[in-house]
């Protein structure tokens, strides 16, 4: 049997109070649909490291793992603002310069201008054009993030999944996770991925 | 003489109202310091597409000056949150994959940590780590951005200039820019770069 296909699991779940066991959890996932899981490196690091600054030491190893990476699969649910975490789309950059495969998930429902609306005042400009409080405009494309971002899914042919979530579990719910792997399951191997939802609703 | 080098100019200013203008002011500073600026595309976009989807055809034309640049220079300020612009963040991550230099300038001369505790609650959990109001962990490694964005920079030498603007400037002064102009000029161009800085303060 061939070796299993290895997949980068992109995130701010790296902040949660348990970043480690939702790691665990995501990698257990993985396996069941046929994938060896990379978490980055974050939570990893402790002990001495001979003066090499410690965000150096994960950026190092979180890239290595992209480059080991065959694909990837990212949590794009809005992060301290109207987009994504910073550091995910930072990385969701890195593959699609390398033309490797992505999927996406996110727990908001809402497209960019809607986020973007309820978060300050948004108004129309005599061009027709949505405009914030800092007078920035707003795409207006229903998609759920910057159109950079969703983009590089649309072009692979499988848009960011939004799977709505309660508002506790927003960073926590693997639902949205789940259908990226069945995704990537049909996409990627030549066998069908499991037919049952591992994730009981 | 040989042609000139080519810089991608990431940014959130092609949302600004001016944006057009800007891209020019950008495109002359450049010229002054022996580059040719790529400015992206969002605004160069109408008429009639055949079907394409405008944002697709502006991801691909973004994606197309990307690759065509030598390099890049990234406006970071952050936008609509606590981190940049997120269309800036991944493309960014394009140029880390590509292994293309890069220099970064902000207008808020705040770290990350700093910032977050603006926006709200941010306290100490029992084992020293700083978590924002939701609970999720916050980075204090004194950098601009998340660890990711700012590593890029510090890996090749050059940490994000942090150049503090009043607030209305935040999103038009050029003096970060022309910082990482002349930055990049001494590490990319074989002859010393002007003497004098173009922008008066």
Redesign the interface.
């Given at each position: 049997m061939a070796s299993r296909l290895k997949v980068y699991l992109a995130g701010?779940d790296v902040?949660?109070?348990d970043?480690v066991s939702i790691g665990r959890r995501k990698k257990e996932l993985c396996a069941h649909y046929g994938f060896e899981g990379l978490y980055p490196f974050d939570n990893e690091i402790s002990g001495d490291h001979l003066g090499t600054?410690?965000?150096?030491l994960?950026?190092r190893a979180?890239?290595a793992k992209?480059h080991e990476a065959d694909f990837g699969i990212f949590n794009l649910t809005p992060?301290?603002?109207?987009?994504?975490?910073?550091?995910t789309?930072?990385?969701?950059?890195?593959?699609?310069?390398?033309a490797k495969p992505v999927f996406g998930y996110t727990s908001d429902a809402d497209d960019l201008l809607s986020r973007?609306k309820q978060?300050g005042s948004v108004t129309r400009?005599p061009m027709g054009q949505w405009?914030?409080w800092?007078?920035?405009?707003?795409?207006n494309?229903q998609?759920a993030?910057?159109?950079?971002?969703?983009?590089?899914f649309?072009?692979q042919g499988h848009p960011i999944i939004r799977h709505a979530t309660a508002a506790d579990a927003r960073?926590t719910d693997l639902m949205g996770f789940e259908l990226c792997l069945r995704e990537a399951a049909k996409d990627l191997l030549a066998h069908h991925p499991p037919g049952g939802m591992r994730i009981a609703r």
């Amino acid at each position: 049997m061939a070796s299993r296909l290895k997949v980068y699991l992109a995130g701010p779940d790296v902040f949660l109070p348990d970043a480690v066991s939702i790691g665990r959890r995501k990698k257990e996932l993985c396996a069941h649909y046929g994938f060896e899981g990379l978490y980055p490196f974050d939570n990893e690091i402790s002990g001495d490291h001979l003066g090499t600054r410690v965000d150096l030491l994960i950026y190092r190893a979180n890239v290595a793992k992209i480059h080991e990476a065959d694909f990837g699969i990212f949590n794009l649910t809005p992060f301290r603002g109207s987009s994504a975490d910073a550091g995910t789309v930072f990385e969701l950059g890195m593959f699609a310069a390398l033309a490797k495969p992505v999927f996406g998930y996110t727990s908001d429902a809402d497209d960019l201008l809607s986020r973007v609306k309820q978060s300050g005042s948004v108004t129309r400009d005599p061009m027709g054009q949505w405009r914030d409080w800092m007078g920035m405009s707003v795409e207006n494309f229903q998609n759920a993030d910057n159109l950079m971002i969703e983009a590089v899914f649309l072009e692979q042919g499988h848009p960011i999944i939004r799977h709505a979530t309660a508002a506790d579990a927003r960073f926590t719910d693997l639902m949205g996770f789940e259908l990226c792997l069945r995704e990537a399951a049909k996409d990627l191997l030549a066998h069908h991925p499991p037919g049952g939802m591992r994730i009981a609703r």
